[in-house]
């Protein structure tokens, strides 16, 4: 009789605490339930990997198909060919599947060896989540300034990064169109973060690092769409990069190296080109209106 009270409780503690859990901790406890955690997680995170940068990336390819947008592009007079569209396509793809695919076998490992819960619910407040990921988004941005930075130096830049600047004006899908040794490299910099945090003393469950993943690619994406809407988040918020500040270290192959954030650049100075040619272009605008305003009297 004891032990069946003490089974009926812990019945009646499971339908409790499945009743209390929200829409998305019930759907990420179903990814796991009643199967391997580390298949799980490996596939989930490739399949949902594919799924954000491409899907982030169909919004700017319908902008592109919209003539109404294209006074919102940084540069104007370039367009993408289809040639060249099916290159990055095709990089885009093999890098994914040769590259990234195989890393996310680590994924597990390295989540259960820093302690990250995996599997359980509830999942951390979404306060915790955004505090979290702005840490690692610091972080990031700060490994990736470095060493973007020394990826243009000589040999380095002629033998690596060079590849990814072969779109001078960049578009979503060629975020990821890089050498697959930078990919290793500044793709370090999104895995340390979280490692840092996870050893720092502070709960950090993977979930949240799916959150963070998801918030960079969605960056990375915006930073390399060669648009900049009125709207855009750097208008909003002075210090983000975005397209606006990115789109220029394509055009001019140098400047502007950091990823999420203006900061890093403005204190290395390393943004006096940039404000200067956007200061010139705000003056041939003016310029031109005033000569267009003249030509209508």
Known sequence: MEALNSTL?????NLLQVENLTWVERQWANIFQGRNEFISLTVFAFIYREVIYFGKYVPWWICGKIKAFDKYKLQ????????QHQKCLNAVLKHHFLIEAPLQFGFHPVATFFGMKISEVPLPSWTTMFFQTFLCLVFEDFFHYVFHRILHYGPLYKNIHKMHHEYSA??????????????????????LGP???ATSGFDLHVFTVI???TCRTFQAVDAHSGYDFPWSLHNWVPFWAGAEHHDYHHQAFIGCYASSFRWWDTIF?????YHAFREQQKVKAET???ADMAKSQ
Do not use: C, N, R, V
């Not at 104007?76 to 040639?83: A, N, R, V």
């Not at 100075?269 to 080109?273: A, F, I, Q, S, V």
């Open 9 to 13: 409780t812990t019945i009646s503690d």
């Open 76 to 83: 104007p007079d370039k367009e993408i060919s289809e040639e």
């Open 170 to 191: 960049p578009y979503g899908l060629a975020a990821e169109y890089a050498h697959p040794i930078e990919i290793i490299i500044l793709g370090m910099g999104t895995l």
């Open 195 to 197: 490692i840092l945090i």
């Open 211 to 213: 959150f963070f993943i």
């Open 269 to 273: 100075g390393t943004d006096d080109k």
């Open 288 to 290: 031109k209106a005033k």
